[in-house]
């Protein structure tokens, strides 16, 4: 069988992540690297891909991948705000596409995007770390089932020592990362709650503190959404204790997990623990990605997802803004700003920075303390 050719878009810390992914599927070929220049992605190249892979071809800027070499999918790992403009141009030269989180960073780019992926007939999934895992997996589908009764309230938070961490790095430049610590490793969480709920946000109120800095350091969220469900959630970008605990709370039971990476999960039921046997499988949004292309799986993400996402941060910033609720569909559409004016065409391919803080990359592997 031949291998899918995926090349990947943007040479930073996430694309080396999602570059130890794929060097471990046999069925995959990492078939090409862009960057903004070859001398980037010819680092990455070295650091990531071996002996095995050091004839595999560079280019600078998207256009120039595509106009060199023949794939079948690509991973785009850029700065947020380019990924709109780069989303659209893969599924115009016919790739199936895996998006690094967020999807966009506008809700009008959101559903232009959402719309591409249907003409096309694309995959196209975002890279959340938890959709795919089994301790998410179980808990949506109690959710659907009502097997704990009706879901009520969901509470939680991530802390990161996020602000330190991306001082200088493009993560705190607005015309790049569209927002601050909500936008980026705040995204895991948010999307966490909204990928289970499953309904859109209809309603918003946040507090926002930039710490003196350009973006959001730290919020505090409540949200209701269109089902009935509401939730309260705090990120934060100060805190030098990475955790990302979340607890589902139903009319009758509670599931505590791990909202960042999906590692743990405990489960109340009538005030009784419940121990659920997990399946043991590859939860990497990579893996999802490659066996939904090859028809082997049904994609865990989609650009719904990424639509939901998209309006809940608009309006967590817009309700930051005005001191008011604010309600998606309510909210003022403006132009969507463009990525700085820093690599126009060449910002097809700016790399996600390697000095991204070090917990960023990946939800942190140990659990917080098990609630009582």
Not at 13 to 34: D, F
Not at 52 to 63: C, D, E, H, I, V
Not at 105 to 124: D, I, M, N, R, W
Not at 171 to 199: K, T
């Amino acid at each position: 069988m031949a291998k899918l050719r995926v090349g990947i878009i943007g040479c930073g810390g996430m694309g080396g992540a999602h570059a130890q992914r794929l060097v471990g599927m046999k069925e995959v070929k990492i078939a090409a690297l862009c960057d903004l220049t070859e001398d980037i992605a010819g680092a990455f190249r070295a650091r990531h891909l071996g002996e095995a892979g050091k004839n595999t071809p560079l280019y600078a800027g998207s256009a120039n991948l595509y106009a060199g070499t023949k794939l079948d999918a690509v991973i785009i790992a850029t700065p947020h705000t380019t990924h709109f403009e780069l989303g659209m141009e893969a599924l115009d030269q016919g790739m199936h596409v895996l998006m690094e989180k967020p999807m966009v960073t506008s809700a009008p780019h959101a559903y232009t995007l959402a719309a591409k992926v249907k003409e096309t007939g694309k995959v196209f999934t975002i890279g959340y770390n938890t959709p795919c895992t089994p301790a998410f997996g179980y808990l949506r589908e109690k959710i659907r089932s009502n097997a704990f009764g009706k879901l009520e309230l969901v509470t939680g938070y991530l802390s990161q020592w996020w602000m330190k961490g991306t001082i200088g790095a493009w993560r705190q430049d607005p015309a790049l990362s569209g927002g601050g610590q909500a936008y980026d490793s705040g995204a895991h969480l948010l999307n966490s709650v909204v990928w289970s709920v499953e309904s859109r946000p209809a309603e918003v109120f946040a507090f926002v503190d930039n710490h003196g800095t350009r973006v959001d350091i730290n919020s505090v969220i409540s949200i209701r959404f269109a089902n009935g469900v509401m939730a309260s959630l705090c990120i934060s970008g100060n805190c030098p204790a990475s955790a990302g605990p979340l607890s589902f709370l139903f009319e009758n039971g509670r599931v505590d997990i791990d909202g960042w990476g999906g590692s743990y999960l405990d489960v109340v039921v009538k005030g009784e623990p419940e121990n659920p046997e997990l399946p043991k499988i590859d939860g990497t949004p990579d893996r999802n990605f490659v066996d939904t292309v090859l028809g082997r799986a049904e994609a865990k993400t989609s650009p719904l997802n990424g639509i939901f996402h998209t309006e809940l941060m608009d309006a967590i910033y817009a309700a930051a803004a005005s001191g008011q609720p604010a309600k998606p569909g309510a909210i003022p559409v403006k132009a969507p700003a463009k990525a700085a004016k820093a690599p126009a065409k060449a910002a097809k391919a700016p790399a996600k920075a390697a000095k991204a803080p070090a917990k960023a990359a990946k939800a942190p592997v140990k659990r917080a303390a098990k609630k009582a």
